[in-house]
């Protein structure tokens, strides 16, 4: 089965700084991706997906992710964040042809300073 | 829409007690699912099910049965109830259980934070 790593555990920036959120996964052949967001006290939703096309997903809220095959990796990114970004980021994984089984990486903690 | 709503908000529970982990939607989605969310572990897939009468083992099943006898509810039970599972529940549905590529997103609920003494 395939496993999603989280690399950043916590990141704390000021407003207006540029965030990117690393998520790598172990599958070797063809996913789905998502990122979801909780906010303080929310439920989980959904941020991007991505299955096929572009690899560049653009978001709600400004965020984008970009899937590189080769690296195994879905960054999440977004060029200016607020202090309304705070929240708990999660990577998603499934596999394409038996996604029943999603896969989450253990999170990130954003804290954004106002 | 309620979406997905969970009962109990809040749980304690003694080793070895019992309890039924309530989740029901609204949206008719055929796909539902219950995660357990640890500090530093992110969420875990417990048991799911792609429709009434089918359910499926995920990750980490032991010690969690599920049933759906109709579309709207799939809840989750602790036979015996253990410290190791103390955790926050999160119940999750889709539209479909998805087929070749499917994306369907996931909505959640908004979760039962479960202590075992």
């Known amino acids: 089965a395939q496993s999603v790593s989280q690399h950043n555990h916590h990141v704390i920036l000021s407003e207006a700084a540029s965030l990117e959120l690393g998520c790598n996964y172990s599958?070797?052949?063809?996913?789905?991706l998502f990122w979801y967001v909780q906010y303080p006290g929310q439920h989980l939703q959904l941020l991007l997906k991505?299955?096929?096309?572009?690899?560049l997903v653009k978001g709600i809220k400004g965020f984008e992710a970009e899937f590189i095959k080769s690296k195994f990796s879905f960054n999440l990114r977004k060029p200016s964040v607020q202090w309304s970004d705070t929240a708990e980021y999660f990577c998603?994984?499934?596999?394409?042809?038996?996604?029943?089984?999603?896969?989450f990486g253990a999170g990130t903690r954003l804290t954004v300073k106002p | 829409n309620a979406g997905v709503t969970q009962t109990p908000k809040f749980q304690v529970l003694k080793t070895g007690q019992s309890m039924t982990l309530q989740c029901a939607q609204d949206?008719?989605?055929?796909?539902m699912s219950w995660y357990r969310q640890d500090p530093g572990m992110g969420l875990r897939l417990i048991h799911y099910?792609?429709?009434?009468?089918?359910?499926d083992q995920g990750e980490v099943p032991n010690g969690y049965n599920v049933s759906r006898s109709t579309t709207e509810d799939f809840p989750l039970r602790l036979l015996s109830a253990a410290p190791s599972q103390t955790s926050v529940y999160f119940c999750?549905?889709?539209?479909?259980?998805?087929?070749?590529?499917?994306?369907?997103?996931?909505?959640f609920g908004p979760g039962t934070r479960l202590t075992v003494l």
């Open positions: 099910s792609v429709g009434a009468g089918i359910t």
């Open positions: 991505y299955f096929s096309g572009d690899p």
């Open positions: 999750a549905s889709s539209y479909s259980s998805g087929g070749p590529r499917s994306v369907d997103e996931q909505f």
């Open positions: 599958y070797g052949g063809t996913v789905n």
């Open positions: 949206m008719n989605h055929e796909y």
């Open positions: 998603a994984v499934n596999e394409a042809y038996n996604n029943n089984d999603m896969r």
